[in-house]
């Protein structure tokens, strides 16, 4: 069975930072592209980043600068570090592992940038 969990969401300021994690089990972790992809309520879900197993990354142009991810095979592990946040950057959360076949989701971490 497939499960990806995130963590590491919570409240913080604007300016400040946050490192999410998704941990994955029941894939072969190093052949996949992992992705963060956030929703905003009323919004529809939108891509953050990807990076694929050769570690080929892809952001949003509204994160780009700000927002790194990043993966630790052996942990089986995707990261997002999240820097100078901003308002617009509320939203919850998803990982998402993409390799032919079925897509997987993790549950979503909430990530609230308010002052």
């Known amino acids: 069975q497939v499960q990806l969990v995130e963590s590491g969401g919570g409240l913080v300021q604007p300016g400040g930072s946050l490192k999410l994690s998704c941990a994955a089990s029941?894939?072969?972790?190093?052949?996949?592209?992992m992705g963060w992809y956030r929703q905003a309520p009323g919004k529809q879900r939108e891509l953050v980043a990807t990076?694929?197993?050769?570690?080929?990354?892809n952001y949003a142009d509204s994160v780009k600068g700000r927002f790194t991810i990043s993966r630790d095979n052996a942990k089986n592990t995707a990261y997002l570090q999240m820097n100078s946040l901003k308002p617009e950057d509320t939203a919850v959360y998803y990982c998402?592992?993409?390799?032919?076949?079925?897509?997987?989701w993790g549950q979503g971490t909430q990530v609230t940038v308010s002052s």
């Open positions: 998402n592992a993409d390799y032919p076949g079925p897509d997987y």
């Open positions: 029941g894939i072969i972790f190093r052949i996949y592209t």
């Open positions: 990076i694929t197993s050769g570690r080929s990354t």
